[in-house]
């Protein structure tokens, strides 16, 4: 594989395959940090968007027409 360029490879395993290796409990908690994972995600890009609208709102109020006659 020439380099720089990466390949992404995804297992799909059901649920239900865990279910014979994790007591429920351990399950419980697996689901529980990837809603926290994802919680903190959208915190970041509602914290991105933020800054940007921002960043665009103070460029907007810099900008004045200024009538010549």
């Given at each position: 594989m020439?380099?720089?360029k990466t390949r992404e490879i995804k297992i799909?395993?059901?649920e239900e395959f865990f279910n014979l290796f994790l007591p429920e409990?351990?399950?419980e908690h697996a689901l529980k940090?990837?809603?926290e994972l994802l919680l903190a995600l959208?915190?970041?890009l509602d914290a991105k968007i933020e800054?940007?609208?921002k960043k665009v709102e103070?460029?907007?109020a810099g900008k004045k027409k200024i009538k010549i006659d």
């Amino acid at each position: 594989m020439p380099e720089g360029k990466t390949r992404e490879i995804k297992i799909l395993v059901p649920e239900e395959f865990f279910n014979l290796f994790l007591p429920e409990a351990a399950l419980e908690h697996a689901l529980k940090a990837r809603k926290e994972l994802l919680l903190a995600l959208r915190s970041l890009l509602d914290a991105k968007i933020e800054a940007l609208d921002k960043k665009v709102e103070k460029k907007a109020a810099g900008k004045k027409k200024i009538k010549i006659d």
